[in-house]
């Protein structure tokens, strides 16, 4: 087997570690299947340190604008890179910075053709993976039928991808959830959700065209962001977003993606991106207080269709959104101005709910949006502005800066208009959309030296119109500091704290609810290490404290996890074993987890037990591999186990997943 295919394989600590990076902080169960496996495709086509663009390099998540810039910088004055040792010189460019790029980046020379003759290799690559839970759920019982779920079980993704070099792709997504119905009888078409594109990367004037499903990714994503996005982190850098621009759409969520065609035209400097797509969405209906028949009342995101209420929702009512982004690109600058309008088949209707008095209420949408960014020296800024034709603005810039090697800074402010949408937005935010929000945010991280660095930001926050639970305008604070040791590439420590202060209305029933504060406070180390060459431990304990008027809660885990991997070999797997004990909901913590190829999870640790999980993976012959995954908690005191459909009779609950994947090159 040759070391591309056994690279692509087999899962990589460096991308595993990056995605915990940026998972840990979202705190929900996102599909980071597409950025993993994309980054899992580079590391075998790696890029042309001498040939890489801008938008290419935003691919590597860990890079920033700035260190990005400074790269393609150091190459047009320079000339051509000779020796992968000149990273070494580029501002910014530290050594754990450098070992991070060096498995995504080569020279092209003659030392090296072979490698850049394999990013032309055309493969085929199929995945199946089969999970599910192993106790009887209540929803899978004969009942109530509105409340049963009307599938089995388990849960099923298959993905066939081909890549001809790194030019050409094509993907086919099919994926059941648990509870969701699989047959090709009665009306069913196998699968309860199909995801499909071709994409190709031109060398001259069409430089992108997707057909099928496809991302956008423009600007601060204040105005359009489709797939996956980034909030605040422990990495401050992380807090300029790098757009990528059209890109195939691989995910297996059934929301915020479009379905049409698009392409990038391009003449020199200058960029035009038109794009129309139209899908099915998931939505309820309600009888409309006009003459119109219906409107819709919601839209669901969730992509479940388990039940019949589910099902009766599912692609009920149309979405139609077309549009074009303009924009130029020079030595550091780039401008754009972007322009697309949503059209429903039905209006949406606000909810009577004071807190949503400013909800959006129409069939039509058009939004429009000017962004920027711009490299000078060692500084970068960025800004946007978009308009919500016929109602609110949301604005957001910031400046990032190089005060020396060892020190940089960020600061960034937003103001997003309560009356201010667009359905595809994914910009920095506190709350859980891009409206009803200003804030402040300012970050600083300092490489003390070649083994110690420090991190902080704080985040100043208010809310100038009601929201869930706050009955009031509301403000609050989120500072987060982090201090990490390496003394040698075996050893890894880190220190953590977040607090994090809101409002939210007082527990008293009363006829007017009065603002009261809530404050949570995280305490985290973590501590990795290599014992060997095939052996890595990695431990954590992590406390939380919350608190809300006269009520307090605590909660405490710690987990020990153990990574087999030997060189080469056959056979790797990892496993953890985590305590854990929280007093309720508030102060529950959450725990990233390795799982099988391309798939993650941050689940949430509540109530008191023990979880724990093994998963492995045997490579047979040159082109299949099998994973394993089984996964157990136990709670202390429980003799039941979720709610509703998905109620558990007892303290246990378990899972298991099997893949299989089948590499042709």
């Known amino acids: 087997m040759t070391s591309e295919v056994r690279a692509q394989t087999e899962s990589d600590p460096l991308i595993e ?61 320079n000339g051509p890179f000779t020796d992968i040792q000149e990273l070494q010189l580029i501002d910014l460019f530290t050594w754990p910075l450098i070992e991070q790029l060096l498995p995504f980046v080569f020279i092209d020379k003659p030392a090296l053709l072979q490698k850049q003759a394999m990013s032309q290799v055309s493969r085929l690559d199929w995945m199946t993976t089969y999970g599910r839970v192993l106790e009887s759920q ?146 309820a209906l309600v009888p409309a207080d006009s003459l119109q028949s219906t409107a819709i009342s919601s839209i669901s995101a969730s992509g479940l269709h388990r039940t019949a209420s589910e099902l009766s929702r599912k692609g009920s009512e149309s979405q139609l959104v077309y549009g074009s982004v303009l924009q130029y690109e020079d030595k550091g600058l780039r401008i754009g101005a972007l322009f ?36 000078w020296k060692n500084t970068y800024s960025f800004a946007e502005l978009s308009h919500s034709f016929g109602t609110g603005l949301a604005m957001i810039g910031g400046l990032m800066g190089s005060l020396s090697k060892q020190v940089s800074a960020i600061v960034l402010y937003r103001n997003y208009h309560q009356d201010y949408y667009s359905f595809f937005s994914q910009s920095i935010a506190e709350g859980s959309g891009v409206s009803n929000e200003q804030g402040l945010y300012s ?19 208010k809310f100038p119109w009601m929201r869930y639970r706050v009955d009031a305008p509301s403000l609050g604070r989120e500072i987060l500091t982090q201090a990490v040791w390496s003394p040698n590439k075996e050893t890894k420590l880190a220190l953590r704290f977040r607090s994090i202060i809101k409002q939210q209305n007082d527990n008293v029933e009363n006829a007017v609810n009065y603002l009261v504060s809530v404050e949570k406070e995280n305490y985290r180390i973590d501590l990795s290490y290599k014992i060997g060459r095939s052996w890595t431990l990695r431990n954590r304990a992590e406390m939380v404290r919350f608190e809300k008027d006269a009520e307090r809660q605590s909660g405490t885990m710690i987990y020990q996890d153990i990574i087999f991997k030997p060189l080469g070999a056959r056979f790797s797997g990892n496993c953890r074993m985590a305590l854990f004990s929280t007093d309720g909901f508030d102060s529950r913590l959450y725990a990233f987890e390795n799982d099988v190829l391309y798939s993650y999870a941050i689940p949430a640790y509540q109530d008191g037990g023990i979880r724990y999980y093994l998963n492995g993976r045997y490579r047979i012959g040159r082109a299949i591999d099998l994973w394993l995954r089984y996964a157990m908690t136990v709670y202390n005191d429980k003799d039941e186990i979720g709610s509703g459909p998905d109620l558990i009779s007892g303290r246990s609950k378990s899972d298991i997943k099997f893949q299989i994947r089948y590499l042709i090159k």
Do not use: C
């Open 138 to 283: 209540k929803g899978y019982e004969a009942g109530d039928s509105v409340r049963r779920y009307e599938g089995s079980s388990y849960r099923l993704v298959s993905r066939l991808r081909y890549h001809s070099g790194s030019r050409i792709s094509a993907g086919l997504t099919m994926e059941k959830d648990p509870g969701e119905r699989f047959s090709f009888r009665n009306g069913v078409n196998g699968f309860d959700f199909y995801s499909a594109n071709f994409f190709v990367r031109g060398r001259r004037m069409v430089r992108k065209l997707a057909i099928g499903d496809y991302s956008l990714q423009f600007g601060q994503g204040v105005a359009l962001w489709s797939g996956l996005g980034f909030g605040k982190g422990a990495s401050i850098s992380g807090i300029a977003k790098v757009q990528s621009g059209l890109k195939p759409y691989s995910s297996t969520n059934e929301s915020g993606f479009f379905r049409g065609v698009a392409a990038t035209i391009g003449l020199h400097h200058l960029e035009l991106t038109p794009f129309v797509s139209f899908n099915r969405i998931d939505a």
């Open 340 to 375: 697309y309008q949503t059209r429903f088949s039905e209006p949406l209707q606000r909810s009577e709910t004071l807190y949503r008095r400013f909800d959006f209420a129409a069939s039509n949408l058009t939004n429009g949006s000017l962004y920027y960014n711009f490299t």
């Open 17 to 77: 570690n990056l995605l915990e990076t940026i998972a840990e902080n979202q705190q929900q169960d996102n599909d980071y299947a597409e950025l993993s496996e994309r980054l899992y495709f580079l590391k075998e086509h790696p890029y042309d340190l001498n040939t890489v663009n801008a938008e290419q390099l935003s691919e590597l998540v860990f890079l920033d604008p700035l260190q990005a810039d400074n790269l393609i910088k150091y190459r047009r004055e």
């Open 443 to 461: 970050g600083l991280h300092i490489r003390l030296n070649a083994r110690m660095e420090w991190s902080l930001y704080t985040d100043l926050f």
